[in-house]
């Protein structure tokens, strides 16, 4: 069968809503798309566990601490397994995770943004794993299967972590009013690098068409950042917190994505610090490894 | 008075079990997304909650027998470092990959023959705590002495690396198995295990990873430090402070 067949017959199978597989034919195209918005989702959840991590050992309760320990785990855990959902595309981890730090790769810019205070962890797991599941939930149904199903185990997860967060502002907001005021500072700073988690506007959208060609994104950017508004502002009116007024500033959105944001470079130096002082460890592990091989091979 | 410690023998044996496992948790929490690998990442947050969870039970049993209303919170974020009773091995800084390795890895062995034993405690809950936390510990020690040999018997430089971390980890494990007062009144009351009986087993589970890491035992230190009755380094003062920071702050919120 030549290209154009082979394209036409996998357009036929997204549009009768069937999963592709790893072995299947697929576009050059749907494969880098993948392999990239894939990667950067990994990348997001490894980069991402610096932010909280910053309040892992000042926790104010032990309660408190192992639910963000917990969180934090669980965040490693989605990496690991979405590099493994990257892998079926013929990349490796480890090719990735250099891009990363070699800063050729991107992950979300939400978290280049830094964690001041304890009501911070709140309005992260209130805001920014709220906005994560109205983008996550359609991928449960993306037409790559190893991601769909990634996402399946991810969101179940990620719910449970948006109302841990939602739980921490609720102590806040009936709390003293310096952990108030805490909390209202958190969802101030928090809300609009929240909202631009759902990326540009669909006008200035670059690769939205294609990706709901192919099935890997189902809903605008601005229809999803809509339903987010629409869910979130209730809650910030139980919480007795208000929803900070007026329009998105896309230039902040802008720079923070060239890297411009208070916390980008701290967020890969860190990544660079701990592979670069791990060598020696992964070194070792890879030599006792071999040694192993050599005394079965003795050993037959 | 409420921020002091726990005076009866009793209590006092009990916190000192949570304190070793809070101080280490908070040590190893440090971690967190900043191990070699994401693999080891997951694997040190993973003791880390254990040993976190394990103190939060020893913690509100030590407040319960001293029936003075403290529970785990105002245990663990209102006493000064002189009222901590967790053995110095555990405070010692993270350092490198192999510093925190060998440090869990002489916890762990400790742990494994401590729990093995409690489990036959007169003391029930203590018993029950034991029982859980001996699953848990296994499953660390498997973690910890598989590292030890990896890296032992990995790279020149991996096996130099660790020998060191050893070397200098070595002193803060006299304490371990040398019992006090609190121990031998314990054991007395059928409560606490024999430390002898737990020295052997650790001493062969040491020796044994030692060995198979080509690893050099060192010399047992001639000086007794003791952290379990509160005598401790430069560190842990730094490291409750920074655990209770925010807690203190804000006297009496709810969180």
């Known amino acids: 069968m030549d290209t154009a067949a082979l394209a036409e017959r996998f357009q036929a199978r997204i549009d009768a809503d069937e999963r592709i597989e790893p072995k299947d034919w697929m576009p050059d195209a749907y494969r880098r798309t993948l392999i990239r918005q894939m990667s950067q989702h990994a990348h997001s959840e490894i980069v991402g566990m610096l932010p909280e991590g910053n309040w892992i050992t000042r926790a104010p309760t032990l309660k408190r601490k192992a639910i963000l320990m917990a969180k934090v785990q669980d965040e490693g855990g989605h990496g690991a397994y979405l590099y493994g959902a990257t892998e079926t595309l013929g990349v490796t981890r480890d090719a990735l995770i250099e891009e990363l730090l070699a800063g050729a790769a991107r992950y979300s810019s939400i978290f280049n943004y830094p964690t001041p205070t304890w009501a911070d962890i709140g309005a992260i797991g209130w805001l920014v794993d709220g906005a994560a599941i109205m983008n996550q939930i359609p991928l449960c149904r993306c037409s790559y299967g190893p991601y769909a199903r990634a996402m399946v185990r991810i969101c179940k997860e990620e719910s449970f972590h948006q109302r841990q967060g939602y739980d921490i502002m609720l102590a806040l907001a009936r709390g003293t009013d310096a952990q108030r005021r805490m909390a209202q500072e958190a969802l101030d700073r928090w809300w609009w690098p929240a909202l631009m988690m759902f990326g540009p506007p669909d006008a200035d959208s670059k690769h939205s068409a294609q990706s709901m060609r192919w099935r890997i994104k189902r809903f605008s950017n601005d229809e999803l950042r809509r339903r987010f508004i629409e869910f979130t502002v209730p809650q910030a009116e139980y919480l007795g917190l208000a929803v900070p007024q007026g329009e998105i500033d896309w230039s902040e959105f802008e720079q923070v994505l060239a890297g411009h944001g208070p916390c980008n470079r701290e967020r890969i130096a860190a990544r660079r610090r701990a592979h670069e002082s791990g060598r020696w460890v992964r070194e070792a592990a890879l030599a006792w490894a071999d040694k192993q091989r050599s005394k079965r091979r003795e050993a037959v | ?255």
């Open chain 2, 1 to 255: 008075m409420s921020a002091a410690g726990i005076d009866d023998p009793h209590g006092a044996y009990v916190l000192r079990l949570a304190d070793s496992n809070l101080v280490l948790a908070q040590r190893l929490g440090e971690w967190i997304g900043h191990a070699p690998a994401l693999e080891e990442d997951l694997g040190l947050a993973n003791t880390a909650l254990d040993l976190l969870g394990q103190a939060r039970l020893l913690l509100t049993h030590a407040g319960d027998l001293e029936g003075r209303g403290r529970d785990e919170d105002a245990l663990a974020f209102l006493r000064e470092e002189r009222d901590y009773r967790n053995v110095a091995l555990v405070e010692q800084p993270n350092g490198d990959f192999g510093d925190t390795i060998v440090r869990q890895f002489l916890y762990d062995a400790w742990q494994v023959e401590l729990y093995g034993r409690l489990g036959a405690s007169r003391d029930r809950q203590l018993a029950a705590i034991a029982d859980k936390a001996l699953k848990e510990s296994n499953y660390h020690l498997r973690f910890s002495a598989g590292w030890v040999v990896r890296l032992g018997d990995g790279t020149p430089e991996s096996h130099e690396r660790v020998q060191g971390s050893l070397d200098r980890l070595w002193p803060w494990t006299v304490e371990l198995c040398e019992p006090d007062d609190i121990d031998h009144a314990m054991l007395a009351a059928g409560v606490g295990v024999d430390l002898a009986a737990v020295r052997a087993g650790w001493d062969r589970r040491v020796d044994r990873t030692l060995s198979e890491a080509t690893l050099v035992r060192p010399a047992d230190h001639p000086w007794r430090w003791f952290g379990k009755r509160g005598q401790h380094g430069e560190h842990l003062g730094r490291l409750l402070a920074e655990m209770q920071s925010l807690h203190r702050a804000h006297p009496g919120a709810q969180w």
